[in-house]
């Protein structure tokens, strides 16, 4: 099995591969390399955490893509991109972040030592839960949403990235 999910991560990596075109760079770098990932790019501008994932980090930035946003109910991201709503937005975006390194050998070596699970602490305090869904990881987060994980170990010099398709919702 744990050949059967390298070989997807593989496959999807190349994939991506526009997206880590810029993995030299920091976590924002990579993530402004990616025409996929402009919605996110323009949140962490909007919340002024730009120069915290350009910092030291390391960093597991699980991204959604702008489609994940698009997910959202109508209005959603551009209410949260109004600056009242900084704190909220805030609050969404640093849900996506944990920190150190986590690539996906890790992050599946977690879930297999947790029974099934590994219980993520976000770099707000929450907590997201990781599993596995046949080859695929899920991220379900407080409120019971899951996302799934298209593509892993986009590194950049402060961390990695893993995409998901759906944005997580802390409490």
Do not use: C, R, W
Request: overall charge positive; cysteine-free.
């Amino acid at each position: 099995m744990k050949s059967t999910f390298l070989k997807s991560v593989f496959v999807l990596v190349l994939g991506f591969a526009s997206f880590g075109a810029n993995a030299q760079g920091d976590i924002v770098s990579v993530a402004s390399g990616s025409k996929d990932h402009s919605t996110l790019v323009a949140a962490l501008k909007a919340a002024d955490l730009v120069k915290t994932l350009q910092g030291k980090g390391p960093f597991t930035v699980f991204a959604p893509t702008n489609a994940a946003f698009n997910k959202l109910p109508a209005g959603t991201v551009d209410n949260l991109l109004k600056p009242e709503n900084k704190v909220a937005l805030t609050a969404i975006l640093t849900y996506h972040v944990v920190a150190g390194n986590l690539d996906a050998a890790a992050v599946v070596a977690a879930i297999k030592k947790g029974n099934g699970k590994a219980v993520l602490t976000t770099v707000n305090g929450a907590k997201l839960t990781a599993s596995l869904e046949g080859k695929n990881v899920i991220l379900t987060d407080e409120k019971g949403g899951k996302a799934t994980v298209t593509a892993t170990n986009l590194k950049a010099s402060n961390g990695v990235i893993h995409v998901i398709d759906t944005v997580v919702m802390p409490k």
